[in-house]
T-cell receptor
Framework: EAGVAQSPRYKIIEKRQSVAFWCNPI?????LYWYQQILGQGPKLLIQ????????DSQLPKDRFSAERLKGVDSTLKIQPAKLEDSAVYLC??????????????FGPGTRLTVL | AQSVTQPDIHITVSEGASLELRCNYS??????LFWYVQSPGQGLQLLLK??????LVQGIKGFEAEFKRSQSSFNLRKPSVHWSDAAEYFC????????????FGSGTRLSIRP
């Protein structure tokens, strides 16, 4: 089965510009996650979707970050405007089921964002 | 709130030597515990997980981890490393009440000496 797909793989922008990342989860997976991984740190959850609804966005900087999963399949994460500290790898993951019970997450290769 | 500490930022071992990566967690009860591996340019892959039961957990690629409640530790081990094991390793924890919300440690980078 195909894995989690992400694009682009790399993106370089200047501060105050906008950027969008795309994620296509594994077919049939109801849950989708976006993580931010800053260099030298572990991934940090930004937002979790269950189908097209948001389950947890408590760590999403909502003044500049937004995410959507309109049809409950693929998802986009947007940053507007970008800051230098947004330079990171943005990882998308998906899982079969949802709710609070354990749900193995399968990760995509990530998008490496550099903000100059 | 739960947290994870990986005290070693970078470890180098010789090919064929044994490996132990350290992980300590902070949580009021026994959490769910995980080890992930991240190879350059690739996403994270689950190596193994502990929920309950036998404290020695076997994973993929010949890895194992041992849960020690008294030490709040979940160290990862491998008896003989291969050059292909060079990667970043992340220990992670999740609360039983919100098992889908995984908290990652800062990672340990493993280098293999030929």
């Amino acid at each position: 089965e195909a894995g989690v797909a992400q694009s682009p793989r790399y993106k370089i922008i200047e501060k105050r510009q906008s950027v969008a990342f795309w994620c296509n989860p594994i077919s049939g997976h109801a849950t989708l996650y976006w993580y931010q991984q800053i260099l030298g740190q572990g991934p940090k959850l930004l937002i979790q979707f269950q189908n097209n609804g948001v389950v947890d966005d408590s760590q999403l900087p909502k003044d500049r970050f937004s995410a959507e999963r309109l049809k409950g399949v693929d998802s986009t994460l947007k940053i507007q405007p970008a800051k230098l500290e947004d330079s990171a790898v943005y990882l998308c993951a998906s899982g079969k089921s949802g709710g609070s019970s354990y749900n193995e997450q399968f990760f995509g290769p990530g998008t490496r964002l550099t903000v100059l | 709130a739960q947290s994870v500490t990986q005290p070693d930022i970078h470890i180098t071992v010789s090919e064929g030597a044994s490996l132990e990566l350290r992980c300590n967690y902070s949580y009021g009860a026994t959490p769910y515990l995980f080890w992930y591996v991240q190879s350059p340019g690739q996403g994270l892959q689950l190596l193994l997980k502990y929920f309950s039961g036998d404290t020695l957990v076997q994973g993929i690629k010949g890895f194992e981890a041992e849960f020690k409640r008294s030490q709040s530790s979940f160290n990862l081990r491998k008896p003989s490393v291969h050059w292909s094991d060079a990667a970043e390793y992340f220990c992670a924890v999740a609360a039983l009440s919100s098992a889908s919300k995984i908290i990652f440690g800062s990672g340990t980078r493993l280098s293999i000496r030929p």
